[in-house]
């Protein structure tokens, strides 16, 4: 079976990826921000003792055993966060299975960040997935929990369920049609986050978004996911309708679209930043019919491998950035002609 992240799934013409997570801790063991690393180290055996007993295929790798291509390319697939990945090497760790679609951050914010990732838009799916996995490392670790608030977190915002839920969204007709700023402000009045593709203080790269909730404390995890997917269906209705309208002005749509696939199919070199705008409207003209000579898993396939530390994954060189801009652009011919 092949990783979650070259699937296509539900809504994908919009729903880029689908991703749920709880925030746990420990009971008596300081939070992550005031533990000391040998305490971090204790954490990471408990964790790793739980994680032998439960199943699903995980596998501890401590991130000091990790290269730095292989840490910044699970960053890229949004498998664990930037912080985590430059600031963690000597305490953290992760607990992954080979899809990778399920991974536990360890001593990351919380002792544990349990996620669950997903091609397109599958939040109840996940949600019961994480709450199985969840409840058999409960019945191993006692966690951090008062009668009052719930779960507790190092963050105030988590308190609660901890639960976060996300979706990545692609909304290139939306900022085409100069409705973006729009949508973002309603999204932003239903009490959810819209941020950049990597979360809190990341800018929107390729007209992509990340669509979470604000509130953990006083709702159930069910009403969570409820709340996105109600916000997201809206989302994708409105990205759908100014598609529609984009489309009533066919070769202006066209012209847009083919320059973009003319480019990364001709060029002799291109950057990480050139190749993720280009691809949101080669995106957008392959969702809409327009570009044949594509569809959804090539397109996914271009943007995993052309993204910095995955191409050099993908070509087996460890490469400079002007190395990379070269062989950027015959990957992208490769995956086309294959």
Same mark, same amino acid.
């Given at each position: 079976m092949s990783n979650w992240y070259l699937q296509s799934g539900n809504e994908s013409d919009v729903v880029l990826s689908t991703r749920v997570r709880f925030a746990r801790n420990i009971d008596e063991i300081p939070f992550v921000n =005031? #533990?000391?690393? !040998? !305490?971090?180290?204790?954490v990471i055996k408990i964790v790793k003792d739980a994680i032998e007993k439960i199943g699903y295929g995980l596998k501890i790798i401590e991130l000091k055993n990790i290269d730095e291509i292989t840490r910044l390319s699970l960053v890229e697939k949004h498998i664990i966060s930037p912080e985590f990945a430059y600031k963690k090497i000597e305490t953290g760790a992760i607990a992954i299975n080979d899809e990778e679609n399920i991974c536990i951050m360890i001593n990351e914010e919380d002792h544990l960040r349990i996620q669950i990732l997903s091609a397109g838009l599958e939040l109840e799916n996940l949600l019961n997935l994480l709450t199985e996995i969840d409840k058999k490392i409960e019945e191993i670790i006692n966690y951090a929990f008062n009668e009052k608030y719930g779960y507790l977190t190092s963050c105030p915002t988590n308190v609660g369920t901890g639960l976060r +839920?996300?979706? &990545?969204?692609h909304l290139p +007709?939306?900022? /085409?049609?100069? *409705?973006?700023?729009?949508?973002?402000d309603v999204v932003n009045g239903f009490n959810m986050n819209i941020r950049g593709v990597y979360g809190e203080g990341t800018e929107a790269k390729g007209d992509t978004y990340q669509i979470s909730n604000k509130q953990s404390l006083g709702i159930t995890e069910e009403e969570i996911i409820k709340n996105l997917k109600v916000i997201t269906d809206k989302v994708i209705e409105q990205e759908r309708l100014a598609r529609? @309208?984009?489309? /009533? *002005? =066919?070769?202006?749509?066209?012209?847009?679209?083919?320059? +973009?696939?003319? =480019?990364?199919? *001709? #060029?002799? /070199?291109i950057s990480s930043s050139e190749c993720e *705008?280009?691809?949101?409207?080669?995106?957008?003209?392959?969702? &809409?019919? @327009? =570009?044949? !000579?594509?569809?959804?898993? &090539?397109?996914?396939k271009i943007d995993m491998y052309t993204k910095p530390a995955n191409l050099q994954k993908y070509t087996g060189e460890v490469l400079n950035a002007y190395e990379r801009d070269i062989k950027r652009a015959e990957v992208i011919k490769s995956i086309i002609n294959k």
């Open positions: =005031i #533990c000391t690393s !040998e !305490e971090q180290k204790k +839920a996300s979706v &990545m969204v +007709a939306l900022t /085409k049609t100069g *409705n973006i700023r729009k949508i973002l529609k @309208i984009l489309g /009533k *002005n =066919i070769i202006d749509l066209e012209d847009k679209v083919y320059r +973009a696939f003319g =480019i990364i199919t *001709n #060029c002799k /070199k *705008n280009l691809l949101s409207d080669v995106k957008l003209g392959t969702d &809409m019919g @327009i =570009i044949k !000579e594509l569809d959804d898993l &090539m397109v996914k």
